[in-house]
């Protein structure tokens, strides 16, 4: 059996560390569990550089270290923390190239999970970085497609987010489309959403719909492949996109892209619109197999 | 101080200054049509620091500055024709193909990096350029952008990291026009020494600033300059009459061969932004 992603993502960290003289940047990153066992057990000699809690500042402090060519990755270890790492990185690093033609690559791990962690370590936050320009936004969650973005990053010059999730950690699969034949709906899944579109399509297939499905790798640039945009234009009735941000931000702006690309509704699905408490009662989760289901099974019928 | 130093500095601060005088001219009368904040008055801070650093210590660091920069970019040694050009709106000419203007300039001759609008953030990316290059880096920040709570951040990552970086507060006393007593009741200098980095609190006399160079990128240390704004915080305008003026202060001081400086500066430097005037 091949590697997981978290071994995958470790391997990469090493490398970038120890062949490509590169540094790593982030808080508590060297304490107990090395960010979700995604880290190799290094430490300031080595370019794993442990920031001080001044979350604002230190977004700085990796953009300075991106402007010197080091090509940093700073590890984000809730994506929620972003609204106070973010600043300089969209507002410096991503505009650097454009305006000075000084390039500042940073590679930013924002990393997702849920489930009774409450509002600010809960979920995905990438809709926040993505009305930015000069960023490109990603979210890889098998070990290949981590593999290749890492690679483009190191080719390229610009900000890459990488919206990664937790929940895909122990993943050792690539993930396929499936666009083949003629469909009666299509789920376009980001992130973490993409495994229980997995299971949305197996459980709507008993019941006899053909489900297509379309992993989002590149959101920003969108990426989308003419066979997945065939898929959707042939399709019956549209499709839908997953995703486990608030639908306000990426989710509606890809819909409304595929609306005018494809002449098929788009609908979208991903966080409620409201703060998630710590209760599985108040809690906000990304959409599960069940709420897919019901979701896609209301708009053939409609 | 060495009177020939002195000179050599005075030179530096009157070509700050008549490219200001300029640059005011111009910007009354609407040649210059993006907002300018002028460094007139202060340039005896960057004029002593360039001259001390590039010309004595023979070190070219980085550069990180704010929107008040002209004065830091010139003394330097940035290419004046490339800010007059940028500022007179010939995009072509300009270091930043117009995209800098007179806030964000930027110049890779110089190590100079570009700033952003936001004020104070030059000092978390100076100290990250510092941290992963571990060169001599000079960061400049207003009295006002000192107080940015992300530079506070990073001025104690420095500390702790122990980096050659020399902080430089400008301080003019104002944000915009609000008076520091009325933002605050601390000192930056105090607030470098908390860090456990030099700080120290001085005007902007080259005579002054020329006594803390033994320091300089040796370790992190920061240096609160009292100075003066002549002008309004942006644009051509004056909000009063009664500022010392640390240029006359200085002529008067340096008697006749500051006087042949300033005609020449005059002349030279009014020539120049004519002949970009033509351009135009
Ligand atoms: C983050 C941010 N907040 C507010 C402003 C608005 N602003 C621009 S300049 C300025 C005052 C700056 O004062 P100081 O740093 O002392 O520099 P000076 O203008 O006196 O040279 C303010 C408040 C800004 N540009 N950025
Ligand atoms: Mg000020």
């Known amino acids: 059996m091949g590697k997981t992603l978290r071994e995958t993502i470790k391997e990469i960290i090493k490398n970038h560390l120890k062949n490509k003289k590169g540094k790593v940047f982030g808080q508590c990153l060297t304490a107990v569990g090395w960010v979700g066992g995604t880290l190799p057990e290094l430490y ?161 297939e008993k019941k006899g719909f053909k489900i297509g499905i379309i992993n989002i790798l590149w959101i920003k640039p969108f990426k989308i492949s003419k066979a997945s945009l065939k898929c959707i234009i042939n399709s019956k009735f549209g499709g839908i996109i997953l995703d486990d941000d608030y639908v306000d931000g990426i989710s509606n702006s890809i819909a409304n892209k595929l609306n005018h690309l494809t002449n098929k509704k788009i609908f979208t699905m991903g966080l409620s619109n409201k703060s998630a408490g710590f209760h599985k009662k108040v809690d906000n989760l990304p959409p599960d197999t069940k709420q897919i289901v019901k979701k896609v099974i209301s708009i053939i019928k409609n | 101080m060495h009177k020939k130093l002195r000179i050599k500095i005075f030179e530096k601060a009157s070509l700050c200054r008549h490219f200001e005088t300029n640059a005011y001219k111009f910007s009354e009368k609407k040649l210059i049509k993006i907002p300018i904040y002028l460094s007139a008055g202060q340039e005896f801070i960057s004029a002593s620091l360039a001259t001390i650093i590039n010309d004595i210590c023979k070190i070219k660091p980085l550069i990180f500055a704010q929107h008040r920069c002209h004065s830091t970019y010139l003394s330097f040694g940035g290419k004046i024709d490339n800010l007059i050009a940028e500022l ?69 990552w420095a500390a702790t990291k122990k980096l050659p970086i020399l902080f430089i507060v400008e301080d003019n006393n104002l944000s915009i026009l609000t008076e520091k007593k009325v933002r605050r009741n601390w000192n930056m200098h105090d607030v470098a020494k908390s860090f456990k980095m030099k700080g120290y609190e001085l005007n902007d006399s080259p005579s002054e600033i020329i006594k803390y160079q033994k320091f300089f990128f040796k370790e992190p240390m920061l240096l609160n300059i009292n100075t003066n704004r002549m002008f309004w915080h942006s644009g051509a305008g004056k909000d009063s009459d009664q500022i010392f003026d640390r240029y006359l202060n200085e002529k008067k001081i340096l008697g006749k061969e500051a006087e042949k400086i300033d005609k020449k500066f005059n002349s030279t430097i009014k020539k120049k932004w004519e002949k970009h005037l033509e351009k135009l």
């Open chain 2, 88 to 156: 007179l709106g010939n995009y072509k000419l300009s270091n930043t193909k117009g995209m800098g203007g007179s806030a964000s300039i930027y110049s890779k001759k110089i190590n100079m990096f570009g700033h952003d609008g936001h004020m104070g953030t030059q000092v978390p990316i100076g100290v990250g350029a510092c941290f992963t290059s571990k060169k001599p880096t000079i960061v400049f920040m207003g009295d006002a952008s000192a107080e940015e709570d992300y530079v506070l951040g990073a001025l104690g």
């Open chain 1, 44 to 204: 300031e000699k080595d370019g794993m550089i442990e920031l001080s809690m001044a979350d604002v500042a230190s977004g700085g402090i990796v953009t300075g270290s991106a402007l010197m060519n080091e090509k940093p990755i700073y590890v984000i270890r809730y994506q929620g923390f972003n609204w106070y790492n973010a600043p300089m990185i969209v507002n410096y690093a991503a505009k650097s190239k454009e305006i000075w033609n000084a390039p500042c690559p940073v590679f930013v791990r924002g990393i997702g999970m849920e489930g009774g962690i409450g509002p600010v370590a809960g979920s995905s936050h990438h809709s926040l970085y993505y009305r930015m320009p000069g960023l490109k936004i990603v979210s890889p969650m098998t070990p290949n497609e981590y593999k290749k973005i890492y690679n483009s990053f190191m080719k390229d010059d610009e900000v890459y987010y990488v919206s990664e999730h937790r929940g895909s950690f122990n993943n050792k699969i690539e993930l396929k489309n499936d666009i083949k034949g003629k469909k009666d709906f299509v789920i376009i899944a980001i992130s973490i959403t993409r495994f229980e579109a997995i299971k949305a399509k197996e459980l709507l």
